[in-house]
T-cell receptor
Framework: DTGVSQNPRHKITKRGQNVTFRCDPI?????LYWYRQTLGQGPEFLTY????????KSRLLSDRFSAERPKGSFSTLEIQRTEQGDSAMYLC??????????????????FGAGTRLSVL | AQKVTQAQTEISVVEKEDVTLDCVYE???????LFWYKQPPSGELVFLIR??????QNEISGRYSWNFQKSTSSFNFTITASQVVDSAVYFC???????????FGAGTRLFVKA
């Protein structure tokens, strides 16, 4: 399996602009997660999908943030009217919904390399 | 509330030294999972280990070992004979039994000097 893929790796934008990030999970992983990581901190949970259903959203996810996973495969995270405080690394992770053929349990999340957002 | 504390912000060692990274957690759940991840400069979080709350058996994997003590809510990570390639930020994490929301500590940056 290829790993979790995130695009773009870096995004520089001006305050007030909209940005969209894409995450392609490991194939056959039904669960997909978004996290935000600021400098010197650990990742903070943003939202979680089980197939195409968004089942949990953190209070960190303001109205300017929206995430979709329309066909239960890739996911997008959009930030509208970006603010300087949105500057961070946005991480995507995926996990299987069951123990797979090599015995890995469903709750181990495998992460992508992230998209680093800089809002000027 | 759930919380993970990694009190060591940065640790610097010389190659071949042993080093222990501390992790203390708080949770009201009786069952939960604990994790360690490594984040090298490339940015991708690399899974190292998962431990169930009902399994306090310590684990060794090559130069890595983990000491889980439920009585003190600690899950410490030891690297034996450290190498330069071990230089990274290490995160301890706590996950509910629903298996989705993971709480990470602030991380410990490890520098291993040649």
């Amino acid at each position: 399996d290829t790993g979790v893929s995130q695009n773009p790796r870096h995004k520089i934008t001006k305050r007030g602009q909209n940005v969209t990030f894409r995450c392609d999970p490991i194939s056959e992983h039904n669960r997909l997660y978004w996290y935000r990581q600021t400098l010197g901190q650990g990742p903070e949970f943003l939202t979680y999908f089980q197939n195409e259903a968004q089942l949990e959203k953190s209070r960190l996810l303001s109205d300017r943030f929206s995430a979709e996973r329309p066909k239960g495969s890739f996911s997008t995270l959009e930030i509208q009217r970006t603010e300087q405080g949105d500057s961070a690394m946005y991480l995507c992770a995926s996990s299987p919904d069951r123990v797979n053929r090599v015995g890995l349990a469903k709750n181990i999340q495998y992460f992508g390399a992230g998209t680093r957002l800089s809002v000027l | 509330a759930q919380k993970v504390t990694q009190a060591q912000t940065e640790i610097s060692v010389v190659e071949k030294e042993d080093v222990t990274l501390d992790c203390v957690y708080e949770t009201r759940d009786t069952t939960y999972y604990l994790f360690w991840y490594k984040q090298p400069p490339s940015g991708e979080l690399v899974f190292l280990i998962r431990r169930n709350s009902f399994d306090e058996q310590n684990e060794i994997s090559g130069r890595y070992s983990w000491n889980f003590q439920k009585s003190t809510s600690s899950f410490n990570f030891t690297i034996t004979a450290s190498q330069v390639v071990d230089s990274a930020v290490y995160f301890c994490a706590l996950q509910n039994t629903g298996g989705f929301k993971t709480i990470f500590g602030a991380g410990t940056r490890l520098f291993v000097k040649a």
